[in-house]
């Protein structure tokens, strides 16, 4: 089965700094990997995916991750933070099901604070 | 194009009620999916639906289920409750077919409390 970690569920940067969130994947077969941000009191919106081709994805808000094989890992990052992306972050693989369909699982979460 | 709808957002119960949540997913998407969001256990699959049938389950008790409409519409329903389920209650769509509609879009969740 699938599974994602997520280290550091809380991180703090500084307004303009580098983001930089970590995902670690475990898959069996090629992933599909995605990101997807959380606000207060809402659902989940997607970020940014790899499902094949160019290993460095761009998203929305100015987000980015790269996908490197070798290291399992899919970590996402922004080169200046704003203090609207003060949210909580999800990583997550996509995994084909039995019955056939596909489910999420998901990391535990990065809290992301932006600060003055 | 209108996004994934659920309602309630808020409701409060006490244990031993029941409950019933609905779906309403992005027009076009066939596949539906229900995912239990709290503190402690984070963001866990419930169940899955196309085309009326329940296709996936997750690790849940049968207290909890759920139905699909011939619109795609969903419902899912907890009986007996219990003090433990007070979370935030996520539905999703996405096409589906082939691997990629692992692209889920997400409502913005039902919030229940259980007193």
Redo the contacts between chains.
């Keep these: 089965a699938q599974s994602v970690t997520q280290l550091g569920s809380h991180v703090s940067v500084s307004e303009g700094a580098l983001v930089l969130l970590r995902c670690n994947y475990s898959s069996s077969v090629p992933p599909y990997l995605f990101w997807y941000v959380q606000y207060p009191n809402q659902g989940l919106q997607l970020l940014l995916k790899y499902t094949t081709g160019a290993t460095l994805v761009k998203g929305i808000n100015g987000f980015e991750a790269e996908f490197k094989k070798s290291e399992t890992s899919f970590h996402l990052t922004k080169p200046s933070a704003h203090m609207s992306d003060a949210a909580e972050y999800f990583c997550a693989v996509s995994e084909v099901l039995t019955g056939g369909g596909n489910k999420l699982t998901f990391g535990t979460g990065t809290q992301l604070k932006v600060e003055l | 194009k209108a996004g ?1 709808t ?1 309602t309630p957002r808020y409701l409060i119960k006490t244990r031993g009620q029941q409950v019933t949540l609905s779906c309403s997913p992005i027009s076009g998407h066939r ?1 539906v ?1 229900w995912y239990q969001q709290t503190p402690g256990q ?2 866990q ?1 419930l169940f ?1 639906y ?1 085309s009326e049938t329940q ?2 389950k ?1 690790n849940f008790p049968g207290r909890f289920s759920g139905r699909q409409f011939s619109n795609s519409r969903s419902e899912m329903n907890v009986s007996t409750l219990e003090l433990g389920d007070s979370a935030l209650y ?1 539905c ?1 769509s ?1 096409r ?1 077919g082939d ?11 039902s ?1 229940l409390t259980v007193l």
């Design positions: 994934v659920q596949s999916s984070g963001l699959f899955e196309f296709r996936n997750g996520l999703a996405t589906a691997r990629s509609a692992g692209e889920l879009f997400f409502g913005e969740g919030r």
